[in-house]
């Protein structure tokens, strides 16, 4: 039976990652695969989350299931920091675990498709997994351009989707450092969002995988707070992998806000029908420490200022980018005001091949690079190997 299968192609970025590591060449340089790096190039466990595994491993009794819905001490620890002051809306608003930001994506729009929506709108170019997801619960996805050429948001492709959307049809947002662009849509559009969303039937789903690494926590969610409070409902989907450095324990949530309370408790047992079939119960682990992480002052302000540093790490590079205004025929400049891992250069596929063999430079074939792979150590080489094969 299983001969009848046909070969996939291998993920790209994940087939990167063997190529880089068997290169031998000692100043090669990482700018695939999307973690966070320090400035040695190390992708470090958190010491707060550190502290609150070793707070863990005392206090944690039993391992016995819990359930579809995992550990609702972390999902609502984390509210306040998503939602605001007044984290439920009013009771408007249930979560539940998920296996990381791909699990929370996965139910949104596995449960938005139960509800009977058909077609997911999305700014593209995207995370591809996003496509990747759809596709494999059969449902279409409609494309507009994120992005302008000068490196700002398409806000008009956007409003244009929200404006003529019908009954049926979502969009998917990112609600901060748009991967892979890191082109963010400023508050002042996030308004105007909000507002098109209010006055049309297309349903919000919002994917926040990087809140506190591009402004901050608290600005990071200005454009999810915008839009949640201009409409009746949506979905937001959640990952603590990026802020958290949690990225291989797998810890996310999703979270539904509905008109009004009372209407929760349907959608929430859908969520938990669908969860339940797929994955049964989220590993429990990481989200248990991120709830007494966040229970622990101590250990909140140690995360908080790590997190701090990683995200002015991340802005000292994309202002060091943007000082060098051009590499080649590539416009640097636009990247220091864009936010969070990622950036698109626009190179060839052949730059990016000569990138890698000729240089030892390794980024994606979409051109998308992470900012996070540079450092004071390799940034002048990078800049002058772009200018090399781009001039
Ligand atoms: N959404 C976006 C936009 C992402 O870039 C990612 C991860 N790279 C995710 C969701 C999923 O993250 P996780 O690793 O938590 O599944």
Redo the contacts with the bound molecule.
């Keep these: 039976m299983l001969d009848n299968l046909a070969p996939q192609a291998p993920d790209a970025l994940l087939a990167l990652i063997k190529l880089y590591a068997a290169d031998d060449r000692a100043d090669k340089i990482d700018l695939g695969v ?1 973690v966070y790096r320090t400035d040695d190039g190390a992708t470090p466990v958190f010491a707060a989350v550190k502290g609150a595994e070793r707070k863990l491993l005392e206090v944690q009794e039993s391992k016995s299931y819990l359930g579809p819905e995992g550990d609702l001490g972390f999902v609502h620890a984390l509210m306040p920091y998503i939602f605001g002051a007044d984290a439920t809306m009013g009771g408007r608003i249930a979560g539940m675990q998920t ?7 996965r139910l949104a729009v596995a449960v938005a498709q139960k509800a009977g929506v058909t077609r997911i709108h999305m700014g593209t170019p ?2 591809p ?2 496509a990747q997801i759809l596709a494999d619960i059969a449902l279409e996805l409609v494309p507009f351009d994120h992005a302008l050429p000068d490196g700002t948001a398409n806000l008009d492709a956007l409003l244009n989707v929200i404006r003529n959307g019908q009954m049926g049809d979502a969009v998917l947002l ?1 609600g901060c ?4 662009t890191g082109i963010d849509y400023t508050p002042a559009q996030w308004d105007e969002i909000a507002g098109a969303l209010a006055a049309s039937p297309v349903f919000p789903i919002i ?4 809140q506190g690494l591009g402004q901050g926590m608290e600005e990071d969610a200005y454009g999810t707070r915008r839009v949640l409070a201009a409409v009746p409902e949506a979905l937001v ?1 959640y ?4 802020n958290f450095g ?2 291989r324990d ?3 949530a999703l979270y539904v806000m509905m008109r009004e309370e009372s209407a929760l408790p349907p959608v929430v047992s859908n969520l938990n029908a669908l969860a339940r079939a797929a994955w049964s119960m989220p590993p429990d682990h990481g989200g248990a420490a991120v709830r007494l992480l966040l229970e622990d002052a101590d250990l909140t302000r140690a995360w908080e200022a790590e997190l701090d540093t990683m995200r002015a790490r991340m802005r000292q590079v994309r202002a060091t980018l943007a000082a060098a205004g051009t590499a080649g025929s590539v416009d640097l400049t636009p990247l220091g005001h864009q936010n969070g891992l ?1 950036a698109m250069l626009p190179v060839s596929k052949e730059q990016v091949e000569r990138l890698q063999s000729e240089h030892a430079i390794y980024m994606a074939g979409s051109g998308r690079i992470n900012v996070a792979g540079l450092h004071s150590g390799n940034i002048d080489r990078f800049i002058a190997a772009l200018a090399a094969v781009t001039g």
């Design positions: 999307g296996p990381g930001g791909t699990g929370a994506v995207s995370w997994n996003h990112h450092c748009h991967n892979p994917d926040v995988a990087y989907a990952s603590c992998d990026k949690y990225y797998r810890v996310g990622f």
